[in-house]
Each structure stands twice: as C-alpha cells, then as structure tokens.
C-alpha cells in the first residue's frame, strides 16, 4: 500500500465560527487570524494505492462554481486536485473509487464537474464508485435549513445520476472494519448525519483521516467545537471517544483542513488530551 497527499485548494473561513464559542483571545494562539477574522483551511484529501485499487478521500471544492461563490472562502496558494494528483503520476481517470467522509461543498465538490459545454454537470472521476452512506446521503438530498447552504445539489445528485453512486453498510461497532472500502470507519453524528472517518492501517501504523471530527491541531481540546457543527454536544461526546482512542493507540491523525499541521498524534495529560507531536507528510509517508 502507498498514500499520497492530494492537496485540492487552500481557503480561509472565519476563525470565530471555525471554534464556536471559544473565545478569540484562546484560539488565536493556534491558529492566527488576518485583519478580517479569516484564518488558513486546507483541502488536504487523500490517495491510497492498494493493489488495483486507487481510492480518493474527499476531493475539496471543485473548481465549478462561480467567482462570487469563490470569493466568500478567499482561496490561496496554488494548489489544485488534478496538479496534486499529476505530481504523483495520476490522473483522475486513474481514480477507482472515491470515499467521501460527508457531502459538504468543500469535501465533495471536486467529484462533480461542469460539462464542456459548461450548461449542465457530470461526475469528474468517470470510472471511478462514489461512496457514502444512505443516512448521509438521505440527510443531504433532504437538507435541514442549517446545512442546506452547504448541500449543493449540484455536488451531489449527478453521482446518483451517473449510477456510480454506492452506499456503505455502517459496520456493528464504532471502529468497525467496513467491507466495501477494506478500512475500518469511525461513524460521527455530531457535526453532520454519520460522518465517515477512515481508519487506514499503514505499515506499523495507523493513519486516521480526521475531517471535521478534528479540523485543526487547535481543535482537540474537547469544548473545542466548530460553530458549524449542527450537534454540539455530541460532537464533543464522539470527540472524548475518539481522541481517547487516538491517544491510547498512537493514531496519526491526518488533518484535512490544517494547513499547517498535516498530521499530528495526541497524548493524555494532566488537562485533558492534548497535542503529543507535529509531523511533516515525509516523516510518515514513506
């Protein structure tokens, strides 16, 4: 097995809403804010080589919506999913199937894309399985008023269309081995109907691909939550759970949307859990 990280875009969001009711005063030590507020996201999706099968985790925003929409998230740098996945010698053609941890515009917006005449929309990964759940998906397509702004049905529904849509039997405990995908999944209700975590076994090591469980290094102390999350509370009884096995089993934790701490592993201490290590992709992609 190989992993790739495939970096699909840099963003900003607002760091107020990105912690919730922590104060700025706090959160502003781990991650800084420009003069409006506006603190750096990264799309940070993954490749996993096994064998013949070349599964993509996430694929950021796309590239599809229009320049007004683009410009609410102030996009940086230069990245983009086809220059990352050509940087390791693919093309999405290439792509098997496509694991999305949740539906939300900047997960899943790159699986969809405009077709050439740029009037209707099309699936961006031709011969790949997209992979979600019926929950998730049931949840999506029938949005709630908090999240519809981050249901695009434009991201969503041409899977369907396409017949390349599948949906994942959730395994019978928390960090269940899941059949279709050969990974173990970590199932999370708190910021959005069963969320997805993989659970790739790496080597010796176990490599935890976080989404918006865990958004950022300055988001594990557990009262951390995102303002975005429609379940609060919950997320942060899934958070104890999940972090408490991070810590006793030495996950690496890949952070999808940490620009600057890719992956990180967590210890427990005397306040709670905390950040144990920072680790470059190299150090642990071999």
């Not at 990264?42 to 996430?58: F, H, K, S, V």
């Not at 929309?121 to 999506?140: L, M, S």
């Not at 017949?163 to 279709?180: K, V």
């Not at 890719?262 to 992709?281: A, C, S, Y």
Request: charge should be negative; aromatic fraction near 12%; proline fraction near 4%.
């Amino acid at each position: 097995m190989k992993i790739y990280p495939i970096e699909a875009g840099n963003f900003k969001l607002d760091g107020g809403a990105m912690f919730g009711v922590v104060p700025k005063t706090i959160w502003s030590k781990t991650n800084p804010a420009d003069a409006n507020n506006l603190i750096d996201i990264a799309a940070r999706c993954m490749l996993i080589e096994d064998g013949n099968r070349l599964t993509l985790i996430d694929t950021g925003m796309g590239t599809k919506q229009s320049e007004k929409f683009f410009s609410y998230y102030s996009l940086w740098g230069d990245h983009s999913l086809d220059k990352s996945l050509a940087q390791h010698g693919f093309h999405r053609d290439d792509i098997t199937d496509v694991f999305m941890t949740h539906l939300h515009f900047d997960h899943c917006g790159g699986s969809v894309n405009r077709t050439a005449d740029g009037e209707g929309f099309e699936v961006a990964f031709k011969n790949a399985k997209f992979w979600t759940n019926e929950n998730h998906w049931q949840w999506a397509t029938q949005p709630n008023a908090r999240e519809k702004a981050s249901f695009l049905h434009e991201n969503i529904i041409p899977m369907q269309e396409s017949g390349q849509l599948h949906f994942i039997q959730r395994p019978d405990t928390d960090f269940g081995f899941s059949n279709e995908m050969g990974f173990n999944i970590f199932f999370a209700d708190g910021h959005t109907e069963k969320q997805m975590l993989p659970h790739i076994q790496y080597g010796d090591k176990t490599i935890v691909f976080c989404a918006d469980l865990l958004a950022t290094a300055g988001h594990i102390p557990i009262p951390y939550v995102m303002g975005y999350d429609t379940r609060p509370l919950l997320t942060m009884g899934e958070k104890t759970k999940f972090l408490t096995a991070a810590a006793d089993h030495n996950y690496y934790l890949w952070l999808e949307h940490d620009a600057h701490n890719p992956i990180v592993t967590v210890e427990h201490t005397e306040k709670g859990i905390r950040l144990k290590e920072v680790f470059r992709l190299e150090d642990i992609l071999i």
